[in-house]
């Protein structure tokens, strides 16, 4: 089993920083992608920002300039550095691993879910 642990959330006021943390534990074998995700009231889950396998960066036209992932591979977390944060980045963030596991499964892990709302 793998556990996903999320922290940082909470409320900012515009233009101001958080930072998400996200921990993987429990029998890991590889860690192939993370990334963090966001879904606001109505809409979509939608992709923040994300590693791929080969350690490649993307982040969505949003959040470009403004936000920051990181990593720690030895800690297995991953982090979203979010500054300048605006009211429309106001959702719940998720933090998401694609694992392969210590049987050889590969599958998505998702976190619980930390709540960012930005007041104007």
């Known amino acids: 089993q793998v556990q996903v642990v999320e922290s940082g959330g909470g409320l900012v006021q515009a233009g101001g920083s958080l930072t998400l943390s996200c921990t993987f534990t429990g029998s890991i074998f590889k860690i192939h992608s993370m990334g963090w995700y966001r879904q606001a009231p109505g809409k979509l889950r939608e992709l923040v920002a994300a590693?791929?396998?080969?350690?490649?960066?993307s982040y969505a036209d949003s959040v470009t300039g403004r936000f920051l992932i990181s990593r720690d591979n030895a800690k297995n977390t991953l982090n979203l550095q979010m500054n300048s944060l605006k009211p429309q980045d106001a959702a719940v963030y998720y933090c998401k691993g694609a694992i392969r596991s210590t049987d050889m499964r590969l599958d998505d892990y998702w976190g619980q879910g930390t709540q960012v709302t930005v007041s104007s």
């Open positions: 590693f791929s396998a080969i350690g490649e960066t």
